[in-house]
């Protein structure tokens, strides 16, 4: 059976055609096991995404301790602790010059041009309240900036099911006291509903 190489120009292709550009943003989750065999493994992936963002743009890995999060508080340190969420995020957390956020449960590591803005200040400021604790996805935590900076996220080789952003979604809700998710969509068809009732015609 014909095994198939994945290059770094295949991967840089592919950002191509998803429109990240030079300057960009971009978060992104990997499962360096499903994408096949990579010549040159996490580092060509990594260096794929440094390349296509380019000196003016800002790579970002999540860098959480999945595996480890009932003892997160007790064996967090920044430098040291691994990331439990895949490889490659692992070997980008390890390169010189990598900055990453300073929280136990969901941290994120980022190079380029604005790692240091996002990532600085994690448990600064304006706290929500969460199962993850106060400050994993505070008004100054590297989740929210990047939404308000308009980062992109991109998935290789995994689910969208394992984007982070979720819990900051998840966050949001609680603070804005919003009703859950069910009670959300009864509410949007029984309102649609009623519109198509009293629409003319």
Known sequence: MKVT???????????TRLGITSGDMVVF????????????????VIDAFLEQVGEDGTVCVPTLLSQSYSIAYEIW????????????????????????????THSLAARGKYANELTCEHDGYGPRPGPFGEYAFSHSSPWQKLYNYGGKIVWVGASTLTGTHRHLAEYVAAEKGWPSIRKRRRFW???????????PG
Not at 29 to 42: C, D, I, N
Not at 190 to 197: K, P
């Open 5 to 15: 190489t994945v290059t770094k120009q295949d991967i840089k292709n592919a950002l």
């Open 29 to 44: 989750h990997s499962s360096l096991k499903s994408m096949g065999h990579v010549e040159g493994g996490a580092q060509t």
């Open 77 to 104: 340190d920044r430098d040291t602790t691994p990331s439990e969420v895949g490889h490659i995020t692992e070997v980008f957390r390890t390169m010189p010059g990598t900055l990453r956020s300073n929280n136990p």
């Open 189 to 199: 068809l029984v309102t649609v509903a009623r519109r198509m009732r009293s629409s």
